[in-house]
């Protein structure tokens, strides 16, 4: 069956603002079959709210509506284009929940439209839990013991059967909201009443808890003939009772036996064929009994999913666009593999290396929630190591994950205390690997490991090897005393130099001076889908310590862009698209781009963004690396976020060329007491503040400056840790704490301006001319963190005077900081006065949100003034708004039932969505005005 | 980054390329042609396939002995590879259901092998230059020395081994009472294809290599069955005059690997050595007759020649082709009912997808 020729146009259905457990890789799956559809001359129209995406770009399809993913939305997109088809599965959970609504109140049908990838029959029967079971035992496969309870009394009927543990499962929910363990039968009751509450559908699923069975999860592609290949097949070092979302997993499989992986291959093959209408990709995740090797079904997603993201990056394998593909009809067997381009798509990718990925946490932002992992996901992100063995993979994973580790440990953050040490894996949180090495490390056996984990004893013996070797290298003193071998060998499970110094108390740059001068060098390898047996062209490269270097730099001018690594509350999906958008202008601008990145579940991870990918921690030593291989002209640290931008000073003293504004002007927006100078000498208002190094003086700054304050460390993301205290007692609470979760860290102590209106700018500026990009107001007062907050792009409330004052601020700050590329500022107004709180000089979180509201590629010019082949004038930029747009803050408290829902200066929302209004009188913005007065009020 | 003693290995090519690693296995040394499996899982099925006997396999997957050893996962009682290069080379496993780690495997079983070896830059070295001879060695480093060895190895074209890993006395398998006989030819047959058969109510007889059409006539098969095996299968006119010998007797006949090899000379198409083979269980296969394609496992280092068996399309059909590169993988005889695929569709290791065509042997003896 080749190409369906009745599909001349397709709608499909984004995943809306990032939630927890539906982030960015619905963005990777949306713009992939996007560019797929196109490829083949489908017309694409696109539907999303959330603006930090790339699949929402004018670059991506051909009709984006930034709309509200609702019914009426779906109509009104309906009613002005003519849609042929609909493909809903590379939105999640989101996408194929409206498709099923959109079905069910007929409107699907009244427009002609035909659903394409999967029908509502074959979503039915994986999201309802009851359906699902039946069908599996229908079918000859196991699934675990359950109950489907629709009532209360159902329920506690249900758990008298099982008996305990059990898990409630809610149907139709994403991310495994609602559902858990329950081990106790005294929390049985509050556990169902929740689960029941949370289901569309008020309808739980009571199933016997398969605690410690082996999990693995394989990726698929089903075509309409029923070809079935398995993309990737991953194993989750975290048994069954974490969420897969929450687990660290591996990938190709590492404890499986060829006759235990082919029945898992035939069972979910079997499955996958016995779903009715589908083409496309899904995933099935198994239970494994490790001792007798007996699978159980856990569950089936018959579309793209988090994983599908991760396999693709993985393999090499674009699942989203084969994906897209097999929905307009094609087989695979029609279709090449996208990176050899000469061999066929209908085959199983095999890998040469080791893949880890690692969830990102963000606990600290949710003070008070329970940070047991368990059957909800909790993570924020995840990273992705690759490497030449496991060991080498897990740290690279540990080293990307932004939250200060050098590695598996090996850096002084480790915990010397048994019994805490056990109690945390028992009770896993989000050190569970890091308190498994400390165990190993303090003699705690490896069967009692085993035990309290039930990690499958591989795992456990491989990082045992990581202690036996830091036993050994300690016995050094300096780093010339280290045997070659043995540095290698180090150096090949994956120890940064960091590590190794600090293992033998010396400095990290004598390790590396040393490892340098006797030749230990990274190569790199490239991602194939095959293991070398065909030839590759695809520029997709990772690290190892092997011989052979396949990644040949060329002689063209190229830039480095630096990624923002994993996501996380302060820095999410936005900074991916500014990182695309940054790669498509170096290339349009006659550069050779090579990125930098460790997150699975961008688009500018995608093989065909860059000239050049790096797949590699965002870490000093591999960018270090990396650049002595490339020789860039110079680097771009503006687009991802503050990850990137906090390396600045590293390549300043290394003599990297950044492109765009100089360290020096960087570190002055950055740095508060020089900022402040620079506020003062260019008589721009600042709310009064002052330095302290210790709680007295915080004490005495206090006092001076007037409560209340508003208290933070100096280096932030985010709003980390950032209070507003109103007196002494409170000011000496937190800056104790401040003191203990980072030292060596100053405490900066701001007047905070009490019921302000809070402002931004974002501009672009060439080092002559500035462009004020957008002008945004907050509802909420200041204090509240901009992340947080609703921004009305253009100002709503504002006086003349006041615009006119930020945006005088703005040329004069731009050219004092002498900015080339991006600037975000931050003001406070009060009583008509405008005071300048923070400049950001780089690309800020609304940077992509203006974009999209005005329909200007403002992230291509900003790149192209950053490398210097334009200026302002040579673009004629023409904004075309329309009303307002509303940038409003998306949460995802459901998941943290207990936590503080307040907001304040730390941020807490996962993602966002844009709202236009056509003028004041929007019924949506007057109920979001009317909470600001409640604030302000307050 | 093997858990093992620091001894020193090293890897000769034919061609003179040296690769230095770390001992695995038996302290030794080990010729034989040089040929590499991209699979992900079932080493201990790959280590024991007659198919490979005579040859170093190079395993691309980053780990090798992770899930141990187990005595009953094997194709034949004993290692048939000549030697093993390997990334990690991993003592410790982890499976309930092992015996023995791989070292202790390959202690017993006497197999050398080396370790901590760039695999992906030996794959794509063979690649890019080919198929050729090498020799392993963790007794000594002295390369000239090691020429010489390999000097005296000889070229796997023309070679004939399929009558050294064949059983020397017949015997039986299955349940004498089954509804089916198959005689098999025994080249290097792998257990899994026997199991194959057994499933599905065969009770098979397996022959040595140069047994006589008389004497498999003797046990009065209802079908006749051309194993897999190593070796050039030019090199067998004794085989190809067994297989026209059955053609004639137009009994049903299925042949896999090299028995497709065969079957084919036995039609006169000739064989020809390919550049690097296929060794993997990815191989992307499309079944011409029904449509569907299957995921298949290939060990071959020869193809039967495309356009002699184009040119006699009124005898044969080409029933199965290789979606990579359009290479033959099933043939069919028009006026006989045999046909053969140069994949395993018994698998093991490898996926289950093409396990119908034994279905297919069994209901051609059935008719």
Known sequence: MPKDTSIQSVLIIGSGPIIIGQACEFDYSGSQASRSLREEGIEVTLINSNPATIMTDPVTADHVYLLPLTTESIIKVLEERQIDAVLATMGGQTALNLCVEADKLGIWERYNVRMIGVDVQAIDLTENRELFRQHMVNIGLKVAPSFIANSFLEGKEAAQKIGFPLVIRPSYTLGGTGGGFVHKEEDFDAALRRGLSLSPTHEVLVEKAVLGWKEFELELLRDAADNVVIICTVENLDPMGIHTGDSITVAPSMTLSDTAYQDMRNQAIKAMRSLGNFSGGCNIQFAQNPETEELIVIEINPRVSRSSALSSKATGYPIAKIAAKLAIGYRLDELNNQITKTTSAYFEPTLDYVIVKMPRWNFDKFIGSDQRLGLQMKSVGEVMGIGRNFLEALQKACQSLENGRMGLGADMKEWIRTSDILERLEYASEDRIFRLKDALRLGVPEKTIQKLTRIDPWFIKQIKRLVKMEEQLMRYNVAEDIPADFFRELKEVGYADAQIAWLLRIKEEEVTRYRKKIGIRRTYKMVDTCAAEFEARTPYFYSAFDTENESIPSDRRKVVVLGSGPNRIGQGIEFDYCCVHGLLAAKDAGFESVMINCNPETVSTDFDIADKLYFEPVFWEHIEEILELEKPEGVIVQLGGQTALKLAEKFHENGVKIFGTSFPNMDLAEDRGAFSDLLKELDIPYPQYGVANDTDQALQVARGIGYPVL????????????????????????????????????????????????????????????????????????????????????????????????????????????????????????????????ANPRASRTTPFIAKAYKVPYLQIATKIMLGTHKLKDFDIKPQPSGFAIKVPVFSFDKFPNVDKNLGPEMKSTGEAIYFIKDLSDPYFRELDSQRYMYLTR | MSELPQMPAVLLLEDGTVFHGRAAGKIGTTTGEICFNTGMTGYQEIFTDPSYYGQILVATNAHIGNYGTKRTEVESHSIKIAGLICKNFTTQYSRTKADESIQTYFEEEGLVAIADVDTRAIVRHIRNKGAMNAIISSETQDIAELKRRLAAVPNMEGLELASAVSTKEPYVYGDPHAPLRVAALDYGIKQNILQCLADRGCYVKIFPAKTALEDLRAFNPDGYFISNGPGDPASMNYAVATVKAILDENKPLFGICLGHQLLALAMDVPTHKMHHGHRGINHPVKNLVTGHSEITSQNHGFEVDRSVIEAKADEIEITHVNLNDRTVEGLRLKQRKAFSVQYHPEASPGPHDARYLFDEFIKLMQN
């Open chain 1, 711 to 838: 208290v933070r460390p100096s280096y932030v993301l985010g709003g980390q840790n950032m209070r507003i205290v109103i007196n002494d007692d409170e000011l000496e609470r937190h800056v104790l704490n401040l003191f203990k979760h980072l030292p060596d860290n100053r405490v900066l102590i701001d007047h905070f301006l009490d019921r302000a209106k809070e402002a931004e700018i974002d501009a672009i500026c060439d080092g002559d001319e500035v462009h004020i990009m957008g002008i945004m107001e907050h509802i909420e007062p200041a204090g509240i963190h901009s992340g947080d907050s609703s921004a009305v792009l253009p100002t709503y409330s504002l006086s003349v005077e006041a615009v006119s004052t930020m945006v005088e601020y703005t040329h004069k700050l731009a050219k004092a900081l002498d900015i080339k590329g991006l600037i975000n500022i931050q003001f406070a107004i009060k009583d008509d006065k405008v005071y300048v709180i923070e």
